[in-house]
């Protein structure tokens, strides 16, 4: 992931949020078990945490955070407001995205690099909440 400035930057200037129980929904639900917030939420060491919350805190909706889907009149829920691109399930491994390692004595055609970036490869799944 890129650095706070970097993210900063390219974020769309808007605020992401109406208030502070609609953003504190969303990041519970989907920085909760997030790679990339796992030192925030480490309270042993504290780390620096998910450079996208801040951006977000800071009165930016970053572009990694694409929107959820609506109804036909437009709502929304809180968990389903944005999906995040670089969610990465603390569980499932390393942060970034493993290439696929070329077959042994396979000749390969083109670099891989020009088709590797950002990937999404799941999305959170929606919290719980009580009827």
Known sequence: MDSYQALWDEAR????????????????ANC?????DREQRNTEA???????????????????????PRDADGRYSIQGQ?????????????AEPQPIPD??????????????GVRMLTQPAPALTAP
Not at 13 to 28: A, I
Not at 32 to 36: D, N
Not at 82 to 94: A, I, Q
Not at 103 to 116: S, V
Request: with cysteine; hydrophobic share 25%.
């Open 82 to 94: 944005y999906h995040c691109v670089e969610y990465r399930n603390e569980d499932d491994g390393p």
């Open 13 to 28: 200037d808007e605020p992401p949020f109406s208030n502070g129980t609609e953003g504190d929904g969303w990041v519970y």
């Open 46 to 68: 504290l780390g620096p945490g998910c450079p996208l919350v801040m951006v977000a805190l800071n009165g930016r909706t970053p572009i990694q955070w694409l929107d959820g």
């Open 32 to 36: 909760g078990t997030c790679w990339h």
């Open 103 to 116: 077959p042994p004595g396979q000749l390969t055609l083109a670099p891989r690099g020009d088709y590797e």
